[in-house]
C-alpha cells in the first residue's frame, strides 16, 4: 500500500471503504495509520477528514488509535462545532476520553445523545448529575429552551471551572451550575480516581487518594425542597462512578412521589463493589418505586430484569415512571 500524503486521499480512502459497506475495519486502519506513520499529521485535518464519515466511531477508531503518535495537536484550548446541533465545545486536552471524542468525532455518548433530544421538550426541567465540561448539560438547556431549567451537579473545581466555560461559550442562561456532589448525606466527601487520560474517573466513593479534593455533597431531596421547585423533572442522567446507589437513596422522597419521568444512569458491577453495592441494588431501588427498566440501545430499548448484572464494563439504564409512558417508536 503506497504512503497517503495528503489529507484528501485520506478522506478518499475512508470513504471508498465506507461506500462499498465494509467500513475500515482494524486490519486496513493499520495499513493506513503505518503508511502514514512517518509522517506528522495535524490532528485538525484528521478531525475534518473523520467528520465527513456518518458517526460511527468504530469505523476509524482502529486508525486513530495506531496513528496517535503521529499527529501534531494545537498548542493551546481549541473551540470546535459539534454534530447533532449540540452547540460548541472548549477542548484543552486533546488526549483525554471524553474531549478527545468530542474534538475527533463531534459528540459524545451517541446513543444516550439521541435519547435525550428524542425525550426532552421546550419547557422540560433536566438535571445533570457528573456534569463533567457539560456535553448533556449544553445539549439539555439547548432542548428545553428559555422556558426550560438545566441543573448541572459538578464537584470538580477543574471540571466546574470547565463547564462554566463551555456555558458561557453557547450563551446558555437556562442552567444552575451547582459546584456539589449528590449523596445520601449532607457534608463532606473526597474526590478522586481521576486519571489525566480520562477524567470522568472521579468519585467520592473510597476517596483516600491524596491528591483527591475536598467537596460538598448535599440530598437531592433537601436540595429540591430548598429551591421550593415544584415541578416534575423531565429526565435525571446520572453517571458518576460507583455512587449512584447514594445519590439515589438521596432522592428517595422525589422517586417515591415520582416526580422524575425518566432517569439515565449508568450502571457498573465493579464501581459499584467499592460502595458496597451491586447493580441489583440499583435497579432494585428503581424498581420498587414503580420504574420500569430498560437497557437504552440505538435503535431499540431492551427491557432488564432486576436481576440483570453486567459482568464486565458497564451498561446505560433507562428507568421509566410508568410502562404507559415509554411511547417511544424505537422501543
Avoid at 438547556?141 to 458561557?168: D, I, M, W
Wanted: proline share 5%; net charge positive; aromatic share 8%.
Amino acid at each position: 500500500m503506497p504512503p497517503i500524503r495528503s489529507y484528501a486521499n485520506l478522506v478518499m480512502g475512508l470513504l471508498t471503504h465506507h461506500k462499498k459497506g465494509t467500513g475500515l475495519t482494524p486490519a486496513t486502519a493499520a495499513l493506513v495509520a503505518t503508511a502514514l506513520g512517518s509522517f506528522r499529521m495535524k490532528a485538525s485535518g484528521v478531525r475534518w477528514a473523520i467528520q465527513l464519515l456518518p458517526p460511527r466511531s468504530r469505523r476509524v477508531k482502529p486508525f486513530l488509535r495506531v496513528l496517535r503518535r503521529s499527529l501534531a495537536y494545537p498548542e493551546g484550548p481549541t473551540v470546535v462545532a459539534t454534530r447533532f446541533g449540540n452547540g460548541c465545545f472548549e477542548i484543552r486536552n486533546y488526549r483525554e476520553t471524553i474531549q478527545r471524542k468530542i474534538y475527533f468525532f463531534g459528540y459524545w455518548e451517541r446513543r444516550e445523545t439521541l435519547l435525550v433530544r428524542r425525550l426532552l421538550r421546550p419547557g422540560d426541567v433536566f438535571i445533570d448529575v457528573g456534569a463533567n465540561l457539560g456535553w448533556f448539560t449544553v445539549l439539555a438547556a439547548r432542548c428545553v429552551g428559555p422556558t426550560g431549567k438545566v441543573v448541572s451537579f459538578e464537584p470538580c473545581g477543574r471540571h466546574y471551572e470547565h463547564l462554566q466555560s463551555n456555558l458561557r461559550l453557547n450563551q446558555l442562561t437556562n442552567v444552575i451550575p451547582e459546584k456539589l456532589a449528590l449523596s445520601d448525606t449532607a457534608g463532606t466527601a473526597v474526590l478522586s480516581g481521576m486519571h489525566e487520560r480520562n477524567e470522568g474517573l472521579g468519585t467520592i466513593i473510597g476517596g483516600s487518594d491524596r491528591r483527591g479534593e475536598t467537596v460538598s455533597t448535599v440530598r437531592f431531596d433537601d436540595y429540591w425542597a430548598a429551591t421550593g421547585y415544584d415541578t416534575t423533572i423531565r429526565i435525571i442522567k446520572m453517571d458518576i462512578e460507583g455512587a449512584e446507589i447514594k445519590a439515589l437513596l438521596g432522592m428517595a422522597d422525589t422517586l417515591r412521589r415520582k416526580l422524575c419521568e425518566y432517569l439515565i444512569i449508568e450502571v457498573s458491577k465493579k464501581d459499584l463493589r467499592r460502595a458496597g453495592a451491586t447493580p441489583e441494588d440499583v435497579l432494585g431501588l428503581l424498581a420498587s418505586h414503580g420504574y420500569g427498566l430498560y437497557r437504552i440501545g440505538t435503535r431499540a430499548h431492551h427491557p432488564l430484569d432486576v436481576g440483570f448484572a453486567p459482568e464486565t464494563g458497564f451498561i446505560n439504564v433507562l428507568a421509566v415512571r410508568s410502562e404507559e409512558e415509554l411511547r417511544l417508536p424505537f422501543t
